[in-house]
């Protein structure tokens, strides 16, 4: 697909890859609908990019929200061609003393805030056969201690985004699923976190793995143009777990639960 005087709707663009995604966008042509939930920062990027774009204030676990950021996409272009559903966040914890209430909201926004922009999107993706984009995690492939209702989480996105594209299939709607590894955004600071538990120290560790929010911006962007079904960076996660899962465990175990464990007793 090319994106050249296209409509996007995209969620989470007020930080880290959904900023990134925007910019890029801008600069292909598209007509832009950028929501979340700070309207200051969306502006400020409006402001700075210029250009066809629209910001709505909303939280995509709201259904109302999410059915007027596509109201007001409409209203102001006539049209929509590309979901982008990148709105997320983590929890970082254990399952052993893991907070309900933040799982909760997690869940909502991760799952049903997909489901949600779905759902409002879908008559008007259908008039022009266009594309749903989610953004899942290689989290979703193989779970990592501490983020494992995160991964769960993410595994729905993936399993959604599998039926979603069957089901379409017989409107032309096409669904991409990418599955990005860490990325260098404010997303570890913005998580829901157990006390005690921080990645961020641990981060100089995996510097080598991990990208540039405008790196993955471009791989998202090549996979809507190329109208890819799937990307998984980092693929050989699939092969080594599936080859050798036990050998993941003690990596994990040495790496992340050794030092949460030493903290707690
Ligand atoms: N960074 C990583 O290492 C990584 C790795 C794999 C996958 N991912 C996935 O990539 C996506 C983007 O993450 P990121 O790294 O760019 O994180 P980020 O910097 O924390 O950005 C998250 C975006 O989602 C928005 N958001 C959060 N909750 C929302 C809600 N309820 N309703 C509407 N918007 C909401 C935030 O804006 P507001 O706070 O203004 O609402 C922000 O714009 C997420 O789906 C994440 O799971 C990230």
Known sequence: MKLNDKVVL????SGG???ALARLLVKKGAGLALMARDIRRLSELREDLGGAIIAVAG???DKRDAERAVKETISRFRRLD???NNAGVAYYGSIERMDMKSFGVMMKTNVEGVIHMIQGSLPFLKKTKGMIVNISSVA????????GAYAGSKCMVDALSDALRVEVMGYGIKVLNFCPPEVDTRFAKNAFKESG???EKQKNIRRIMTLRPE???????????KEKREIVV?????????LMPGVLDRLFYQFIMKPYHDRYS
Do not use: W
């Open 82 to 84: 590309v979901l982008i």
């Open 17 to 19: 890859i959904g900023s």
């Open 215 to 225: 790196k993955v911006a471009g791989m998202i962007v090549r996979g809507i143009e």
């Open 59 to 61: 939280d995509v676990g």
């Open 10 to 13: 995209l969620t989470g663009a």
């Open 140 to 147: 979703g492939r193989r779970a990592i201690p501490l983020l």
């Open 234 to 242: 980092m693929k050989s996660v699939q092969p080594v777990n599936y």
């Open 197 to 199: 538990v921080d990645f």
